[in-house]
């Protein structure tokens, strides 16, 4: 299969372009990706770049699939069904070949209905859905075309997104006034509140289970980082409770679902006793495992070197045909 996903990348025009030189590249080690496998993105530095790294979720072995050039500020990560990755960064859709680390330009400022990309996801039809400062647009993976699926409205400054089983779409909104998850149906691009306010502190990530939404935030009352949690709130009525904080919580960014029905959280204030800035906090970042049967976190793996700032995070599904 993933010598099949390979091959397709190489087909796209996208990916063709960029064997013929006219798009930057972005050359690391491979980077096989398995089911289960989880990516993030990491601001990295000014001297190195963004970076998009792979982790295995049973040894916590890390492995850089792409780093520089075009990834400046990576923010959101999502898989595609090809197996092609798709990073937001600085105003930018970038598309990633795991296998090779070759980066391509989908999308940018240049096409204004994209506005500001933050949060992404991929609906179960393969598009890219956009929490950006037009709303939540969907972008095609081969084009780049872009249109608007709901804009105005509840929305202040859309955040992230997570798209449930049944297709609806479910944005975390937030600006200096508003703090709130708006849900919106794909088909017609209706808003309906969810949760406003309550719980919300600084909330920065959201992913759905079933019929729970979970929200990365703290429960510091300035709401900044310190004391990081996760929110669990019933998709249908927004009634919430936190789920679990501190420990290896901090200041949690991303947070995905994994096949087994655990959540994997990137934080980038995560503390690390032994680091070697530790007098400036020791704040090397991590990847967190939670799981829902007990709550109980797992430090998957630190941030290390140039790469002490996880921010969005995503696992490896089942790719093609089952």
Do not use: E
Not at 84 to 96: A, E, N, Y
Not at 101 to 113: I, R
């Amino acid at each position: 299969m993933l010598a099949q996903v390979s091959a397709a990348l190489a087909a796209t025009p996208l990916f063709a372009a960029l064997a013929s030189g006219t798009r930057v590249l972005a050359q690391i080690s491979a980077a096989v990706l398995k089911p289960g496998d989880i990516v993030y993105t990491d601001s990295g530095d000014a001297v190195h770049g963004g970076y998009v790294i792979k982790v295995d979720p049973g040894t916590g072995q890390k492995t850089i699939i792409s780093s520089g050039n075009l990834l400046r500020n990576p923010l959101g990560v999502a898989i595609l069904p090809n197996g092609q990755l798709v990073v937001s960064d600085s105003g930018r859709l970038i598309l990633i070949d795991p296998a090779s680390g070759n980066q391509a330009l989908l999308a940018d400022a240049s096409n204004p209905a994209l506005g500001y990309p933050y949060g992404i996801a991929v609906n179960r039809f393969g598009w890219i859905l956009v929490a950006s400062s037009r709303g939540v647009v969907q972008v095609d993976p081969t084009t780049g075309q872009t249109q608007p699926v709901s804009t105005g409205g509840l929305f202040r400054s859309p955040r992230a997104v997570a798209v449930a089983m049944d297709g609806h779409i479910y944005v975390l909104d937030v600006s200096s006034a508003v703090k709130q998850i708006v849900r919106v149906n794909p088909v017609s691009g209706t808003q309906h509140l969810v949760r406003q306010g309550g719980h919300f502190k600084n909330p920065q990530g959201i992913a759905i289970l079933g019929n729970y939404l979970f929200v990365t935030d703290v429960v510091t009352a300035d709401g900044n980082f310190g004391d990081g949690c996760i929110i669990r709130l019933d998709a249908h009525t927004g009634m919430p409770s936190v789920l679990t904080h501190g420990q290896n919580l901090v200041g949690p960014l991303g947070i995905a679902v994994d096949a087994m029905g655990r959540l994997i959280v990137a934080d980038p204030y995560t503390i690390n006793p032994k680091s070697p800035d530790i007098r400036d906090g020791g704040y090397d970042g991590g990847i967190i495992r939670i799981n829902l049967n007990n709550d109980r976190q797992s430090l998957l793996t630190r941030g290390q070197d140039s790469y002490v700032n996880p921010r969005g995070v995503a696992v490896v599904p089942h790719l093609g045909p089952k």
